[in-house]
């Protein structure tokens, strides 16, 4: 069961491909600007005319036949039930991750915040995995995983695979892209795995940093 864990960050991968923008915004509209613009352009969910990045399907309120409450910011489901079955996912994420309006008018569903990379965008996404296995010893076994990723700072670096601020502070161990994971608890006590497995001391919060 412990590989599984280490695939749980490349499901995340994935969902980060289906569910968040791919394309890129002009870093020279302020937050502010772009914000103050929203209140006159914004196109919401509710007015049916915003697509899905992939497949082009239509979103509506509430949750999709995939498993997606783009309204909400929530995938609620079994991501990939043939490569990993079993295993039940809730994530939820935030604007800068992906907002539930389109603001630019190109009729998908904003993020990041006119930055041009997730870095610096404030963008956090949590996993929270549960899943039900037999072990060795015929005895059912539940699990559960949850892990915190933040979308690290425009000045942050990467050493020996651990995000770190400008000023040396740890910020989280590297997930994928420009996101640092900051929290990893893991419940599976058939496993030999119980509680918080790491948490970074220098950004707690979700997307908040020192």
Known sequence: ???????????????????SCDGTSDISESIQSKSDKAKEKC????????????GGRTIKVGYDELGYNYQAQI???????????????????NDAWLSTEDCDGDGLLDSRY?????????AW?????????INEDGKKCNVVVF??????????????EVFYT?????????????????????????????????KTPGAPGLGNLP
Not at 43 to 54: D, L, M
Not at 86 to 92: A, R
């Open 1 to 19: 069961m412990k590989n599984l864990y280490f695939l749980l960050t490349s499901i995340i991968i994935l969902i980060f491909i289906t569910a």
């Open 43 to 54: 196109t919401t969910i509710q007015s049916g005319k915003i697509k899905t990045r992939k």
């Open 75 to 93: 995938y609620s489901g079994e991501f990939n039930p043939i490569l990993y079955p079993n295993w039940f996912l809730l994530s939820k994420w």
């Open 114 to 122: 006119g930055y041009e990379t997730y870095k610096g965008s404030g």
């Open 125 to 133: 996404v949590t996993n929270h995995w549960t899943n039900t296995y």
């Open 147 to 160: 892990r915190k990723y933040i979308a690290v700072p425009v000045d942050a670096y990467l050493e020996n």
């Open 166 to 198: 400008v000023d040396g502070i740890e910020i989280g161990e590297y997930a994928f892209d420009d996101f640092a994971l900051v929290q990893n608890v893991v419940n599976d006590p058939c496993g030999g795995m119980t509680g918080l497995q790491y």
